[in-house]
Nanobody, 128 residues
């Protein structure tokens, strides 16, 4: 089964930046919807962004618009999430998820059930 591997999680101070990376190289198909979700204990997993690869278009949750930027590197088969102006509220476990291209449709991208594979997660901690 194809696997996703995340990296880049760390501890930073508020206002700082981090870049997470999701490696999807074990997938046979290049056409994917690759999204980032995050979760804190006691709360449901919430979507952060969704990137339609190979078109390299992305959509974002309202709470990260203007601060986060998702991008696809098709030759490397990775999707990165550049996070700027980090806030303590961004502290969470961040997960990469992959699904068929239609998972990136407006009515589907926010639902975790539309994704087929998940990474193990990478932890982001933002201190005030």
């Amino acid at each position: 089964q194809a696997q996703l591997v995340e990296s880049g999680g760390d501890s930073v101070q508020a206002g700082g930046s981090l870049t997470l990376s999701c490696n999807t190289s074990t997938y046979f198909y290049n056409d994917l919807c690759v999204s980032w979700f995050r979760q804190v204990p006691g709360k449901e997993r919430e979507v952060v962004s969704a990137t339609n690869r190979p078109y390299e278009t992305s959509v974002y949750a309202d709470f990260v618009k203007g601060r986060f930027n998702a991008s696809a590197d098709n030759p490397k088969r990775t999707v990165s999430l550049e996070m700027n102006s980090l806030e303590p509220e961004d502290t969470a476990m961040y997960y990469c998820a992959a699904g068929p291209p239609q998972a990136c449709s407006p009515e589907s991208w926010t639902d975790p059930d539309n994704y087929l594979s998940w990474g193990q997660g990478t932890r982001v901690t933002v201190s005030s």
